[in-house]
């Protein structure tokens, strides 16, 4: 049978690498699995045992902690919630930066703050490692197809180690230093909260004034208001189809990070801030475990109109 394959880090770029993998959800799970499927060696952790005990099956070893995984692993990959759980990965007792030896690499997937990204590849560096942030676009259905969209920041050297393993969860860009990859992600999530508000909003304006919603999707899906998300989401709207592929209590987490970020940079961002109170509004009510697209649902209340086909 063959074996998978081992990494080790050259001058060059990646070679042969073990690959550690922390964070098993929605987006991780699928995710280390590619890289399983890909041949690579992946050692994982999570802190529900359900979804190692899969991984493990689809053939991962296991490890018991954070600093375990970092011990035996080359490159160490983070898919976590925000900033607080990255921080207590890395730094909390028997994380990371325990088991972290110089040359080794983290690559932290999650999306958190860019000053919280570059405070720890700081923390990384002085243990003589080296981090890049990669946050990722396109939810659940493209971590399982591994067509995501990477962001990377950090030092391109680095990035060009590493990049083998990443082009195999998606597409991956490079963007600048550390901090870069999740500012860039924040810009992401900033248009395309707008953007599905505004989807929204129209296919709200279309019902309300008489015109059937699917028939002016369709009318102007092929011109420059057409999007991607107008092509994923307005069919969601249309069906009340708002089972997950990017939750909105995540999204709104995102935005938290977008306005903080913004606050401490003092720019102003308006259409932002509107659309976070409107999935405020939608938490309130109790569909936080919702996709995002059920901003449709919002303007449905606040226009007392059904947009379901």
Known sequence: ??????????????????????GLGIMGKP???????????????????????EVVRAGAEAAVSPKDVAVGTDVIITMLPNSPHVRDVLCGTNGVLEGLSAGKIVVDMSSIAPI???EMCALVREKGGEMLDAPVSGGQEKAEKGT????????????????????????????????????????NQTIVAVNIAAVAEGMAFAKKAGVDPERVFNAIRGGLAGSQCMEDKAPR?????????????????????VLETSRNLHISMPLTSQVM???????????EGMDHGALGKFYELLNDVSLKK
Request: glycine share 10%; proline share 2%; hydrophobic share 45%.
């Open 116 to 118: 919280a990204a570059r």
């Open 277 to 287: 109170e409107m999935m405020q509004n939608l938490m309130a009510r109790g569909c």
């Open 1 to 22: 049978m063959r074996q998978p394959e081992s990494f080790f880090l050259s001058g060059k770029g990646a070679t042969f690498m073990k690959i550690g993998f922390i």
């Open 148 to 187: 995501l969209a990477i962001m990377v920041g950090g030092a391109e050297s680095v990035y060009g180690k590493v990049r083998e393993i990443l082009d195999l969860l998606g597409k991956s860009t490079y963007v600048g230093e550390s901090g870069a990859g999740q500012v860039t992600k924040l810009v």
């Open 31 to 53: 995710m280390a699995k590619n890289l399983l499927k890909a041949g690579k060696s992946v050692v994982v952790f999570d802190v529900a045992r359900a979804p190692v005990e």
């Open 237 to 257: 709207m249309l069906e009340e189809r708002y089972n997950p592929g990017f939750r909105i209590t995540l999204h709104v987490k995102d935005l938290n990070n």
